[in-house]
Every structure is written in structure tokens, then in C-alpha cells.
């Protein structure tokens, strides 16, 4: 292998079979060949031999330099470079803190998402209903139907198949039709969806308090300020809510109208009307996050806000997740007017269309004669399981403060005033209970501290154990 | 039903049985029960009967009127209003248009994934492999199995599975493990999240001139600014690279070195070295879109780029929508160091995770015995194509320049300087051939003009027609 220097450049030059006669190709084979450390030719010297500017030089060194081949020390030379590290050596990816900057808050109160849960420990954090509850064997029959058309393999609209739209709107009554319903891949993208194209960074975005922390991180994903608006056990207060519109000027609001998480309040009719006014009197979208639809468990609570509502400000969003499955990853958007048309063309943008396979296995599903069947059968379980956990909770635990819900997948516990919801929370996780503490769902400072315990995901004798285990919990806490 | 007036309303408030013993409730009895169009009590009558202040009084009625049950006439009184329009009636979503103002353009290139094409035209425009190439035997195989497992129905980690991450990661060599994959539901989506954590509104993103549409309505979504990179027959011109982060201050490029969509071109292997030197001199990202990573049509065009990166700057994306099929919505991120924790906390506010039963379909498949004979058929069956679809247009159509692309599913030829590439496209489409005019790939003004004629989705007799129909529409537009 030739040593390099100035002085034999020229020479080497002519020894070398030159595929590419430039002198930014002489330089990296100088460098390929050569000895770490050994000087380059000079600009000066290239120059004479290639018969070029030295602007076309130095681009060529430049070009060397950044390609980390060569190593230049201004006002001595060009020398050529140690081999790049080899793959396998340190990694060092620090450079990406400085490009990155702050981690942004999006990953609060979903943990039980990212973390799955060891084995010994009691799931009540979770609100998805267990395996034993999610309709098996409706999902793999029409799965199984579903895997053998070749269309479910295909392209589809992002607007998603005509067949399960006209499902979702069927649901909701003869006003409304295939063309108002978006399919999406969940409520949560449905969310995130609107809070990046129904308003702008910066906006805000009014919330319940407490409420859902995956629509709070949502909001904080597409950059929008969470906006508190007061509820009670009769939902969402309209004048608090007319109230934070003047204010804020937001123009969307979210809320639960039913079963609300994590509160468990079902809006009234008097306040579904007043909310609507509302929306019309500020011209506002009312996102309405119809969560748990089919876990009415005390007889059915009304249809959809939407329903009563002609003018498009309600956007519905129909969850599946916790009644079939909560790995189907199909849900509904229903609405009316451009804003659906956006929420269209966002959802394209975002993610082309949501995986035909699962959505023809939807429809599969949602028109099969055991749906109905599955339905109700899982709500009298989830009725039971309440039940349980209420009346264990109350026996063991007399300091607390519940009231069963009539729908939904958990308990919003009240503790006593001293009591600190994430001290307790901690001291359940001690003794393999999984439960939420209050403040994860709240948006302002609330002066009484609550659990929530979801009942969804164990089966009745872990729910006994859980009570108990909350009680000694709560004694422990309150010694 | 009583008619109401100021003046009978205390005998009314006697005789109906009161509920809710408020002012308001009281307005709404009246409301409800009375003639649209007759006189509520007046401020003064109410707060003497009910014997509250003045302010609860308005408050009361600024409730019904925000109902929309009563209307004010400042001055004058206020009147029980006519019940609400009928569902039925014209629905009115007029007042959405101000609130949502002017509509980005998000919806430009990607028109054939929301138009179904009429069966009689030849969809040119389109990149998917036709149904036929799709790996449906495989893929019905593999879904069946996934769906009888209960973990496929369930809840995932945002991250994906694991055992398909390590499949990802396998196919990338040894200094690639489970850890640094994430799985997303297409590379859109995984486009979509780099655009949204890895930049902020109003950056500049680097894009390639021209470009695969589908990156650029990704950037406006995410409010980034496309910002163009020049190319040439060797990919992405690194001078010009280093000269746009430079003046720009862009730390996000994105590209397609193999392959690339439209033009074809292969990254070379100087300018791979040169890409990556350049991403460590400007501290920056490289987005690798290998989004036809199984499609070397005439051998092996080198490894991803990611495996010569041991910083952490390349992101490298894995596709399967073109080598298995477009509705699976499975694919892979793989990246080092804080990004791409980021990036999974993003994808989880964005929408949890991708169907499990998705992931195990891909995982099924990718590790089948089926897999690489099936590639290896795809891209004998892909290159017979391009090679009738650039014979059969040399013939026809000589005033053409075009030149095979060793991989992909699309040729992109240039047309005689005087013609316009939109008039070309139109007068295709009237002869029921689709083809993509070059300019919905450019970020600049192109001196040159295109079209891009893939040949994926059409079998060898459509081809044939579909060039000689090309070559009728040039005659016409040259005319």
C-alpha cells in the first residue's frame, strides 16, 4: 500500500487506474488507500495537476472532510482520517437530545397501555373487558370468512367500506346514512383526527373535569390547550361550559355523555338539550365519545346526543373496543357538513385507510345474530362484577363513598378528605392491585380524592381478593 | 293547555306541580306547555314570586334562551320560541364553514386511493401490485391461524409484538434487535409521526425534487414546510443536500434511496457515504423510505442505508404494501436512541397500537416457507411487466425517453419538451388509461416534462393495450 504525501501525489496519480478522473475521486481513493494521519496533497498542488479553480478543489476536500474521510486543520493541511467506527462499537446517539429538545407530555395515565402486567398482579387500572368477555368466537368465525375474499387483502377508501359504514349509521336511525360515517382505527385516532384538523395549534380544546387522560393526551399531541369545563353526577354543567366558551373562545368540546370515565355520570336529558343550545348559540363541535355504547347495565340510557342534533355540531365516535374486542381497532365517526370531509381527507394523509380485513370482520360481527346475543350476555356479567365489587368494597371498606353506576366498566371511589388518592394507589400496587388514582383524570386541582377501580378485567374471585386487598390497603394508608 | 301571560303567571306557578321549585324550571314548565310566540313573565313578576335576586331571574331566562324555548327582545320581553326544526328538515351546516376556515391541501397525488377506478379503465397511476400478485394464499393461511389465537383479539404493546419486531430487526442483520423496531399501520402513518414529534409547525422538511406525493400531504399536516432537495439519475445530489440544511436549517430529510418513487433512481454508493457524513455534519435525520425494499428487479441493489449509520441518524421505514398487499397496514420503523422512544409515544396518543392480529398476520407470513419464493416470483412477474410496458412504448411511442428501472413498479418517462404532462395524462384518461403526470411529484418548477406508468397493477395484455392507448393520446396531444 503507497504511502501518501504531497510530494508523491502526482505520482500517484498516474499509478492509479483512474475510473473517475476527477479530483474528488483521486482524494477518496488517497483516503481509502493511504495511512490515517498522512498529509494530502495541497490545494495548490491539485490545482496544478488537475487543472482546475481552487473553488473546485476545496469543494472536493470539504466534500472528503464531511464525509468524515478526511480531517482538515486550517492553516496546516489536509490529513487524511481514522475509518469510521465500526457498527458494533460505543453507539452514540446524544446528538439527538440537542435536535429533540423537551419530551413532550403525551404519556400520562395510559401506562397500562405500554406496560403489561405481571401475572400475580390484579388488574384494576384496566378498563378493557378480559379475554373471557371479548367475543371470540364471533372475531376468528368472521375473521376466518373475511381472510378468504381477496378484497380484504386490497386498497380500500379512506373513508372505509360502504357495507360497515351503513352498519354504523343504521345503528342511529333512518337521518343518517353510510355517507356520515368515517371508519377509523379507534376512538383515540378519531380524536386525534379532530383535535389536529377542527382546530389549530395552540387553540383550546374543552374538556370535562375529570375526564378520559387519552383524550388529554391527544390534545397535547396536536398542541391544544385542555380547557376545564365543571361536571357533576348529572354530567357535563352547561353553565360552566357557556361560561368557558365565552372565555376561551374554543370552539370544541369533548365530552361522555354517558357512563362518563372516569366519573360514571350519565348526561340528563335537560342538559343534552341545554348542551346543544349551547353549541348552536357559540357555533361549536361537541365531540361526542360514546366510549362504552352497548354497556347500558341498568336498562338503556337514551340514544346518542346526536341524534337530536340537525345541524351538525355533535361528532359521535362509536367505540368497540370495550364491547367485541380491544384489539379490533375499528371504530365510527359519525358527522355531517365539511368537517366530515376534512376528518376524510386527515385520516388519508395520516394513514391511507384502515386495514379492510378488520373492518370487513367488523361488519362480520355487528350484523351476525349472535352480536345481540353477546351483548347482552356481557352486560348482565359486567352487572354482576359491579355488583360485587360495590357491595364488597362497601362491607370492607365502610370510609369510602360509591355509588354503583349504571353502565360502564368501573367504580369512581370517593376517599375520605385526608386521604391521598396516589398513596393509596401505591399501597395497592404493594399488595397486587392495580387501581387509578383520581389525579391522572383531572385537569384542575380537586379538593377531594377519589379511585377508580374498573371491574371489566378480572373475574369474580379476583375481585373479592382485590376488595380486600384495597381494604387493608386503605388501613394502611389511613395508620 | 293554559295560554300564558305576565299576568297569570302566579296563578300558573300555583296550579302546576312543581318538581324543580326554581326560576328556571318554572320558565321551562311555561315553555313547554305554552303558545310559541306568548309572553314569559317579566324579570321583575318573577324575582317577586320566587323571591330572588335580579341576576338569578336573567340567568334563568338567558338558559332558555340559549335553549333555544325562549326568545329575547331586549326592550320588549321575552317570548316562548317555536319548538326546534324537525331531524328531518333542511339540515343547515352553513355555520361550520366559518369555524373551520379555508381547507389545507392535503389531498393532492393520492386521488386513486380515494376514487375507485370504473372497470373499464387501466390504472396506471396507481402503485399497488394487482390482486393476482398479492401473496393471498399466505396471507388467508396466515390470518386464519392468527385469528384462533385470543391474543390476537386483545390488548398490545404500543411498541408492536415483539416476536414480529425481531423479524424486522433479522432482516436488518445482528446489530439490530426487537428493541429498536416499532411497528406502525403503514409507513404513512410512521411518515405522519416523524413529521409530527421529530419537527414542530413551521419547520422546514427536506424532501426529494420530485417526490412520492404522499410525503409531501404528510408534511402539511403536520404544518412542515416541503422543502426541495435536487436529484438526479444517482438519487439525492449531496452538495445540493448539504447546501439546502445549510440555508435552511432543515433537521429532517427524507428520502428514498432505492428505487425512488418517481424516478427510479438508486442511491449510489459515493453518495451514500455522502448522505450519511452529511446527516453527522448537520446533526439531522435521514428518513429512509424503502418503500420497495423487496423489489430489486435485476439483483441486489445493496442494503438499507440504516446499516451503515451506527448514530442514530437514519430512521429506515420497511414496507409490505407492495410485496405482500396494500390492506395489510403493517410495517416498521426501525431507529435508534430517543427518537424512537418519541416516536412510540406519539403512535400510542395517536391510536394505542396496530391490530394485534395484523402483526401476527405479517409475523405468519414473513416467516413462512412461502415468503421468499413468493418475492422472488413477484419480481420475475414485475420485471416481464416493465419490460413489455418499455418495449411496447419504444415501439409505439418513440418520441419517448425512457430507461427500465432495475427495481419498483413504475417507469417514469420523459416526454418531448413541448408537451405538457397534465394535457398527456387527461387525453390517457379519456382513452381509459390512467397515468400520473409528473408535476404531482415536483416541488419546483420542472423544465422537464414526466409521467409516471407503473406496471404493477395491470396484466400483459392490459399493458399492451395501455401503451398503444398511450401512444394514440401523444399522437393527439402533439397534433
Not at 400475580?120 to 378498563?127: C, E, G
Not at 395549534?201 to 383524550?215: F, I, T
Not at 393509596?424 to 383531572?442: K, N, Q, T
Request: net charge neutral.
Amino acid at each position: 500500500m503507497p504511502r501518501v504525501s504531497a510530494d508523491r501525489s502526482v505520482a500517484l496519480s498516474e499509478v492509479i487506474t483512474l475510473h473517475d478522473n476527477t479530483v474528488e475521486a483521486h482524494l477518496r481513493r488517497l483516503c481509502d488507500t493511504g495511512r490515517p494521519g498522512a498529509r494530502l496533497p495541497s490545494v495548490r498542488d491539485l490545482q496544478r495537476e488537475f487543472r482546475v479553480s481552487p473553488i473546485t478543489v476545496q469543494r472536493a476536500v470539504r466534500s472528503l472532510v464531511m464525509e468524515g474521510r478526511a480531517i482538515a486543520r486550517p492553516g496546516d493541511g489536509t490529513f487524511i482520517a481514522k475509518p469510521a467506527t465500526a457498527f458494533s462499537e460505543s453507539l452514540d446517539h446524544s446528538w439527538q437530545t440537542a435536535v429533540l429538545g423537551r419530551a413532550p407530555q403525551v404519556q400520562s395515565g395510559l401506562d397500562h397501555l405500554a406496560s403489561a402486567p405481571t401475572a400475580s398482579t390484579i388488574a384494576l387500572d384496566n378498563s378493557f373487558p378480559d379475554s373471557g368477555l371479548q367475543a371470540h368466537h364471533l372475531l376468528t368465525a368472521a375473521a376466518i370468512r373475511s381472510a378468504r375474499r381477496p378484497e380484504s387483502w386490497d386498497r380500500c377508501s379512506p373513508q372505509g367500506l360502504p357495507q360497515l359504514r351503513a352498519v354504523f349509521a343504521r345503528e342511529l336511525g333512518d337521518q343518517f346514512s353510510a355517507d356520515d360515517v368515517l371508519v377509523t382505527p379507534g376512538t383515540q385516532a378519531a380524536l386525534d383526527s379532530i383535535f389536529r384538523v377542527l382546530a389549530r395549534p395552540g387553540d383550546p380544546v374543552v374538556l370535562e373535569d375529570p375526564c378520559y387522560p387519552g383524550a388529554i393526551i391527544a390534545a397535547r399531541l396536536s398542541g391544544l390547550k385542555p380547557t376545564p369545563v365543571a361536571t357533576d353526577e348529572f354530567g357535563i354543567v352547561p353553565d360552566s361550559l357557556a361560561d368557558v366558551l365565552a372565555i376561551s373562545g374554543a370552539r370544541l368540546v369533548v365530552l361522555q355523555p354517558r357512563h362518563s370515565n372516569p366519573t360514571g355520570s350519565v348526561l340528563s336529558p335537560e342538559r343534552r338539550t341545554a348542551v346543544l343550545a349551547i353549541a348552536r348559540e357559540f357555533g361549536c363541535f361537541i365531540v361526542e365519545d360514546d366510549w362504552v355504547r352497548d354497556l347500558d347495565l341498568d336498562g338503556p340510557t337514551g340514544p346518542p346526543l346526536i341524534v337530536d342534533d340537525p345541524h351538525g355540531h355533535v361528532i359521535s365516535l362509536r367505540s368497540l373496543s370495550k364491547s367485541l374486542a380491544p384489539g379490533l381497532r375499528v371504530a365510527a365517526v359519525i358527522a355531517r357538513g365539511p368537517a366530515l370531509a376534512r376528518l376524510t381527507s386527515a385520516r388519508l394523509a395520516a394513514d391511507f385507510f384502515v386495514a379492510p380485513m378488520m373492518q370487513a370482520t367488523a361488519c362480520e360481527v355487528l350484523t351476525s345474530p349472535g352480536w345481540h346475543r353477546h351483548v347482552g350476555q356481557l352486560r348482565t356479567t359486567l352487572g354482576q362484577r359491579r355488583d360485587l365489587l360495590c357491595n364488597t368494597l362497601l362491607e370492607r371498606a365502610p370510609s369510602l363513598q360509591l355509588r354503583a353506576p349504571s353502565g360502564g366498566v368501573a367504580l369512581w371511589v370517593k376517599l375520605p378528605p385526608a386521604m391521598s388518592d396516589s398513596a393509596l394507589a401505591a399501597e395497592c400496587d404493594r399488595r397486587g392491585v392495580r387501581i387509578s388514582p383520581g389525579s391522572i383524570y383531572a385537569l384542575t386541582e380537586r379538593s377531594e380524592p377519589h379511585v377508580r377501580i374498573a371491574f371489566a378485567r378480572s373475574d369474580p374471585a379476583m375481585l373479592v381478593t382485590a376488595a380486600e386487598r384495597i381494604a387493608d390497603a386503605i388501613v394502611a394508608v389511613e395508620r
